[in-house]
């Protein structure tokens, strides 16, 4: 896994630990935005759709039965895309700590790479959330904020984030003290 990672070390840069996102968290986490995107969208549809109709001039069953086949088929297609989609994401996402930074290695078409320098970490916050505790509580996101990409809880999100890692706390545990001993805060 460190390989995900040579092109963009510095000479004296070493990495610690090399992280990969739950397979199933990630996983779900696309299915329930799909499922919920799918079911406004089915949802307005039925509304306006019916909205239009009068008592004079009834929907035609016909009518209804093709304007079903379609939507069906529009579903079915943007599920394979968004399949595909997750799993070309999943791929190529990869989180490192290193002996100066943090690293979040993400992308879709191509490769992306998001460091934040470990002297400029004012904020660690570690979440689990609902879906994380379906996974049993072994999985969570842990956010790193500084004060040019501070963690806004209104927002919810910091692009500094290894996201349903697995042990989230350990993991903070394990970079905390790390930090602390690098900023001369070792207290025993």
């Known amino acids: 896994m460190e390989n995900n990672f040579k092109d963009i070390l510095t000479k004296e840069e070493k990495i610690v ?20 995107g799918w079911l406004f969208i089915f949802g307005m549809y039925l509304l306006f759709y019916f909205a239009n109709g009068s008592a004079d001039d009834p929907v035609s069953p016909k009518g209804l039965m093709i304007a079903l086949f379609v939507l069906l088929g529009v579903l079915v297609l943007t599920f394979a895309l968004t399949f595909i989609g997750t799993k070309v994401c999943y791929d190529k996402r990869f989180y490192a700590y290193t002996n100066k930074r943090i690293i979040v290695r993400t992308g879709l ?8 320098d470990i002297a400029q970490i004012g904020a660690i916050n570690v979440r689990v959330d609902l879906l ?7 999985t969570g996101t842990i956010r790193f904020g500084s004060m040019a990409s501070p963690i806004n809880s209104q927002q919810g999100s910091t692009p500094f984030a290894f996201r349903f890692v697995e042990k989230p706390y350990e993991i903070y545990c ?9 900023n ?3 207290i025993k």
């Open 17 to 36: 630990s090399v992280y990969k996102p739950h397979k199933g968290r990630f996983f779900a986490e696309s299915l329930l935005t799909f499922v919920i």
């Open 109 to 116: 078409i191509g490769v992306d790479y998001k460091s934040l």
């Open 132 to 138: 994380d505790k379906v996974f049993k509580s072994v």
């Open 174 to 182: 394990v970079i905390k003290e790390d930090m602390d001993n690098k």
């Open 184 to 186: 001369g805060l070792d």
